[in-house]
């Protein structure tokens, strides 16, 4: 399955952190990610999502997200700001037409 994180309020956190850190807080976001899958290859596909391939079932899936979603309540510091990121998520099968079209 195709995953898709979509970083919510991305307009109000770049300005929170500018331009300039702004790469820091998505590689920050990314290396959770990468650690909550189980080190599976982050990729991001817009400015404000993030995208990975998931084996799970779908039952794991959601267990998985579930995890994210609670491990994403930590705040993360960045330039000396502490910023709360929440994400949504949209899943697709790979046997579908275009999966990123449908989970993004």
Do not use: C
Request: glycine share 8%; net charge negative; proline share 4%.
């Amino acid at each position: 399955m195709l995953v898709a994180a979509q970083i919510d309020e991305f307009d109000a956190l770049t300005l929170a952190v500018g331009k300039a850190d702004l790469g820091d807080l998505l590689r920050r976001i990314a290396e959770h990610l990468q650690i909550a899958t189980g080190g599976a290859a982050i990729n991001p596909t817009e400015p404000r999502t993030l995208a990975w391939v998931s084996a799970l079932s779908v039952a794991e899936l959601e267990a998985q997200l579930s995890g994210i979603r609670a491990m994403m309540r930590s705040p993360f510091e960045i330039a000396g700001r502490r910023l709360g990121v929440s994400l949504t998520y949209a899943v697709a099968g790979l046997d579908a037409g275009d999966p990123a079209s449908q989970a993004a």
